[in-house]
C-alpha cells in the first residue's frame, strides 16, 4: 500500500468535519522530527456536529483497520494516507471513515 506517512500532528476529521487527534502507542519512531502513527494509536475526535433526529450523535473516537503492510513502528503497521479505518460515536456506532488532508510528504528509513 504506498502512500504518505501519518503523524501526530497530520490532519485528520470525521466525515462530519469534526478534527480527530492521535494518542500514540509509540514515541520512537519518527518522521522529520514527529512521531509516527501506527493502527494502534488511540484518536479522539472533538468538535464533530453529527447529530440524528436531534439527538447529538458526535463522532469521538477513531479505529484504524488497515494500515502500512511493509511499513512497521515498533511491529505495528503505521498509517499512511490511504490507510482505512472507521469513526465511532460514544455508542459506538460506526459514522464512517475518517478524511486525513495533511500529512509527511516522505520520510526515509532506519
Known sequence: MPGNLLHV???????????????PAQTRALVD???????????????C????????QPCVTVEWTRGSSRLRAGGTPVLLQDSTGVCYSADRVPQGAPMVTVVQQRGTGQ
Open 9 to 23: 500532528n497530520a490532519t485528520v476529521l470525521c466525515p462530519h468535519g469534526g478534527q480527530a487527534a492521535a494518542q
Open 49 to 56: 456536529p453529527f447529530t440524528v433526529a436531534n439527538k447529538p
Open 33 to 47: 522530527g514527529q512521531t509516527v502513527t501506527t493502527i494502534a494509536d488511540f484518536y479522539t475526535v472533538t468538535g
